[in-house]
């Protein structure tokens, strides 16, 4: 049994928990520390030490990121201060800790999760995970390798003339106070989007809203299969394990 501490960094929260990699499940308490704000590099670096005093951790950490990753450098910041652009994330949080750290965008981690441990375990081919929430977050897993850093929520629905995170996401949803029939309705113009662009084997839709699938379901019509994914607030954690001890793996065999 192999255990790697796990930390989701969110807008909002910083979470963490150990997670044992062969299933998925946290072994420890999930601990959620606030998001400084501004949330720049300096001072996020005191919660991340903390989650990892809080479990007492000395091995690999797996960490999500709420930004494009590309060879740990962050090259976006849409929900963190902008200081973070052209940073190596990695370089960051492991100068800090003197631990390994391995980064992955946020939503590839949830995204890796689902396909390992949750509602996509077992399936093949391509699955895409969308999370719904203040933005709209995707992952492409084909074959159980993460595709990285997609931004479908990002593409242009009304003619080119709206962002889809902005038309279709929760945030949205209570921005214009919309009905599930209407917001539901929205959402379905952003999948029938996506499907014309990637036509995946199954969609899995996550985030806190993936729990009232029921309410906009039927507003849902599109040839895919879509599911409610099932890790829930643990994906990002598992997933960002599972990518590091993944990673390790490779550069060790």
């Known amino acids: ?17 150990i997670v ?9 308490e999930r601990i959620k520390l606030p998001t400084p704000h501004p949330a720049t590099p300096e001072s996020m670096i005191d ?3 903390d989650l990892i005093k809080t479990h007492n951790w000395s091995g690999i950490i797996g960490c999500g990121f709420p930004s494009i990753i590309k060879n740990g450098t962050a090259l976006t910041a849409s929900n963190i201060d902008k200081s973070w652009i052209n940073t190596n994330v990695e370089d960051c949080f492991e100068k800090a800790s003197g631990l390994k750290v391995n980064v992955v965008n946020d939503a590839d981690a949830a995204g890796l999760a689902e396909v390992h441990f949750g509602a996509g375990k077992g399936m ?18 084909y074959n159980g390798q993460i595709v990285p850093n997609t931004e479908f ?8 003339t709206q962002v889809a ?31 014309r662009i990637i036509l995946p084997d199954q969609i899995i839709l996550g985030g806190g ?7 906009y379901k039927e507003y849902i019509d599109i040839q895919i299969p879509v599911s409610p994914a099932s890790m829930l607030n643990n994906a990002g954690i598992a997933g960002a394990a599972l990518f590091a001890h993944q990673k390790q793996l490779k550069l060790f065999s």
């Not at 929520?153 to 080119?160: A, D, P, R, T, V």
């Not at 993936?210 to 309410?215: A, E, I, M, T």
């Open 1 to 17: 049994m192999e255990h790697v501490l796990g930390i989701d960094i969110g807008a909002t929260g910083m979470k963490g928990a």
């Open 20 to 28: 044992d990699i062969e299933t998925g499940e946290l072994v420890t």
């Open 47 to 49: 919660p991340f030490l």
């Open 124 to 141: 093949s081919g391509c699955i895409l995970l969308i999370t719904i929430g203040s933005g709209l977050g995707s992952a492409l897993i």
């Open 153 to 160: 929520g990002h593409i242009f629905l009304k003619g080119q």
């Open 165 to 195: 995170e902005k038309y279709a996401s929760n945030n949205a949803r209570k921005l214009h106070n919309l009905e599930w029939d209407e917001w539901g309705k929205r959402f379905n113009e952003f999948l029938l989007q996506v499907e």
């Open 209 to 215: 809203i993936s729990k009232r699938f029921d309410l």
